[in-house]
C-alpha cells in the first residue's frame, strides 16, 4: 500500500456514524472517490469470537480496506469469517500465517488477554500496523516490551480503549485539564468486578479447537470449556487480570487521560481485594484502591456488580470547584454544577485529540502514519494502573511505585510480579 494521500481523501476518512466507537456508515469510508486496489488497506484479523466477530465489519470498508485473511484457534470461527466475506480472504488456525503475509499492511488482534502482546508483536516485527482490543498485557513487562517494538518499528498502534472515542469521556477531561472543576484533588474510578466460579471438571477437546494455540503462554492444564468467553477465561489469572483490567482499564485510561499522566503513572498504590478461595476462577471479585500521583490527585478505584451503564460506573474527576465524569457505555455526562455540562472548551485551552469512531480514527492513522489516540505507550500505562493494583491487593500492603523506572521501590518480591514465565515455546 502507498503511503500517498490526497486532501479529499483525508476528509472522507474522518467521516463516521455517531451511534457506536466502531460503526461506520456505508459510505463513511467509500463511494465515488474509493482508493484503488493498491492503495486500499490490507487488513488481517486474529481472534473471531464475540468481541472480534462484533467489531470486524466495521473496519473492513468497501473502497477503502479489505480483508485479507483472518486467525481463529477455532476452525468453525476461522471458517464463519470465510462465509460472511464470500470465501473472499484466506483463513487459518494459526496467527503467524497472518502476520507473515507481505500483503497485508495492518491488523487487528481480538484474541483473548494472555495473546495480545504476542500477537501484536509478531504483527509489529513483520512491519504491520496493530489494533489491539483492551486491556493491552498479561504483565507490566509485556507491555513495555510491546510499547518499545511499537517505537522502534515506527508502527501505527490503537488500543481498543474506545471510551477516548466519545465526546462525552473527552469533555470530563479537558475540563478537568482546563481548570473548569477548580483544583482536581480526587478522581472516583468505579467498574464492575469478576465473580467466583464452580470447580470445573475436565473435558475432552473439541475437534475444531487446536488446544495448544489456544493455551499458547499459559500453564498447560487439561481442557475444561476454559476457552469460551464470558467468564470461561477472563476471571483466571492463567489468562487475565480478571475484570480489573478487562473493564476496568476503560476507566481508568480515561483517569490518566483527564489527569494529564498517560505517559506516566503514580507514585504509591495500595488497596484491599477480595479473591476467590476456591473454584476456578482466582481473579478478583471486589477491590478498593487507591493510587497517589505526584501531583496530589488520589485516584480512588472500586468495583461494583452493577449494570455497566449504572451511574457510578466510570471516572469522575472532583475540583474544589466542581465535578464531572462520563459514564458506562452510554457515554452519558454528568456534572455538578450541572452548567458545567454545557461548558465550550475555549481555543486557548488544552484540546483533547478529537476521533468520533475508532474504527475509522485506526484506518486514518494507517493511511496518514499520524499517532493514535491510544497509542502502545499510552496502552501500556494504563493497563499498568489494573496490574499494580492487583499486586497490591494480593501483597496486601502498600507500595511504592517508580513510574520512570517502572519498579516498585525497595520490594522485590513485588517486582518478581512484574512479569510472568511463558511454557514453551513462547517468548518476548
Known sequence: MSRKWTRRGLLKASLAAAASPYMLTSTALGGPDALSASERIALGFIGLGGRGRGTMPHFVRPGYSEPIAACDVWRSKAQWASAYFKNTLAVTQDFREVTSRPDIDAVV????????VLHALSAVRAGKDVFCEKPLSLSVREGRVLADEVKRHGRIFLHGTHQRSFAGFRHACELALNGYLGKVHTIRVCERASWADNVRPPQAVPADLNYDLWLGQAPEIPYNGQSVGGGGWQCRSDYSAGWISGCAVHPLDIAQWGNGTDRTGPVAVEGKGVYPT???????????????????????????????????VGARFEGDEGWAMAHGNAASELAEPASLLRKTIGPNDIHLTRSDNHASHFLECVRTRKESIAPAEV???????????????????????????????GDEQANRMLSRSMRAPWRL
Open 278 to 312: 476456591d473454584g476456578f476462577n482466582d481473579t478478583a471479585t471486589d477491590w478498593n484502591v487507591t493510587l497517589t500521583y505526584a501531583n496530589g490527585v488520589k485516584l480512588i478505584l472500586t468495583s461494583t456488580h452493577n449494570h455497566v451503564n449504572s451511574p457510578e
Open 109 to 116: 488482534i481480538s484474541s483473548p488477554d494472555h495473546w495480545h
Open 379 to 409: 496502552a501500556h500505562r494504563s493497563t499498568t494502573l489494573c496490574l499494580i493494583s492487583d499486586i497490591a491487593m494480593r501483597l496486601d500492603r502498600p507500595l511504592k511505585w517508580d513510574p520512570q523506572q517502572e519498579r516498585f521501590v
